[in-house]
């Protein structure tokens, strides 16, 4: 079962993200907007938490993360290597 946390916009500004982010992708556009999933360290830096944000697709959409949520739902995860199975150019 995940572990959850909920962070204050503020929480999350004060820890200067998403810039500080441990790691930051792009998952997904809309026409106006750009998805991103990040992960960030807690404060005490003990755990790592997953959320996501979106941001304005160009400068002349005005959208700053988590602009409209007060509170963000946030996941505890870890790092695992871990190994699959893809298709290659056969040699």
């Known amino acids: 079962m995940a572990i959850t946390k909920e962070f ?4 999350l500004e004060d820890l200067e993200l998403p810039e500080s982010a441990v790691f930051d992708t ?3 556009h ?3 907007s750009v998805q991103h999933e990040i992960i960030f ?3 005490d ?3 790592h938490w997953r959320t996501w944000y979106s941001v ?3 400068e002349n959409q005005d959208e700053y993360p988590w ?3 007060d509170v963000i739902a946030c996941v505890e995860v870890e790092q695992k290597q871990i ?3 893809a298709w290659v150019e056969k040699e």
Do not use: F, H, L, N
Not at 8 to 11: A, F, H, K, L, S
């Open 8 to 11: 204050t916009r503020q929480e």
């Open 26 to 28: 792009i998952v997904g």
């Open 30 to 32: 809309s026409r106006w």
């Open 41 to 43: 360290r807690d404060p």
């Open 45 to 47: 830096g003990s755990r």
């Open 56 to 58: 304005g697709a160009t």
């Open 67 to 69: 602009e409209y949520d």
């Open 83 to 85: 190994s699959k199975i």
